[in-house]
């Protein structure tokens, strides 16, 4: 029987979301030695931080990232400019962005303008200031997990995002866990924080096939039963 792994991460910036990359940039290998057959659930970026999920549990890789079980991810989000209630109304409701060259409305989402945290790390790089432009933080919960949707539906509304964190997926957060740290749990532990009970994901039944026993098959390969004379 397979043993399941899950690691919890707190991605830096400027980290790849995988084990490896030709153009020498840093990897998930710089965090930690992992076994080699974990692997990371869903996107985040080399430009975005936060939660990351690693595991080699199939199932539930993909019962977090099908949108129908409806898994809340939220980032807190730094944008350019003070953000207005019009534009979180938008991201609420939903809106347009460019997906694989189409045009698609995203669903509708929670969101509202916070203050910057007070336990909010500084980032390494720092986010670029500008003098006469100020900016705004918000928290953003999707169920989805299109290419740099959250960074998309920002700027669908007139407000660049300058720096992306994710914070939560559902009950699992990470505002203890440092930037770059790795802590590991156990199944019994981080399913509860994720709202999901083990027997969502058991493998489904397997289906019973006929089996044709080897006398049957003999009488078909030899063109039927024979007549006793």
């Keep these: 029987m ?7 991460i707190n991605k830096p910036y400027g980290v790849l979301p995988q084990f490896s990359d030709q153009d020498g940039r840093k990897t998930l290998k710089s965090l930690g030695n992992f076994p ?3 692997y990371p659930v869903g996107r985040l970026d080399l430009d975005s931080e936060g939660l990351l999920i ?7 890789n993909h019962r977090l990232l099908h949108p ?5 991810k939220t980032y807190l989000v730094q944008v350019d400019g003070d953000i207005t209630e019009e534009a979180i109304q938008k991201l609420k409701r939903g809106t347009e962005i460019s ?5 698609y409305k995203t669903l509708p989402a929670q969101c509202k303008k916070v203050e910057k945290p007070k336990n909010l790390e500084d980032r390494d790089p720092p986010v670029r200031f ?3 432009i100020p900016t ?3 928290e953003l919960t999707i169920h989805e997990g299109k290419n740099r949707q959250v960074r998309k539906m920002t700027a669908s509304v007139g407000f660049p995002t300058l720096r992306l964190k994710r914070i939560s997926i559902q009950n699992l957060r990470i505002e203890k866990l440092p930037i770059g740290g790795v802590i590991e749990l ?10 999901i009970k083990s027997e969502d994901l058991a493998p489904p039944p397997r289906k019973k096939t006929f089996q044709k026993n080897s006398s049957y098959k003999t009488r078909m390969r030899t063109g039927g039963m024979r007549r006793k004379k």
């Design 2 to 8: 397979q043993q399941y792994r899950y690691f919890i």
């Design 36 to 38: 080699s057959d974990v």
């Design 54 to 60: 690693i595991t080699n549990d199939k199932a539930l």
């Design 68 to 72: 129908k079980f409806e898994h809340h």
């Design 99 to 103: 997906v694989n060259k189409q045009q």
């Design 130 to 132: 500008r003098k006469n």
């Design 136 to 138: 705004s933080f918000i």
């Design 186 to 195: 156990k199944r019994n532990e981080l399913l509860p924080l994720l709202k």
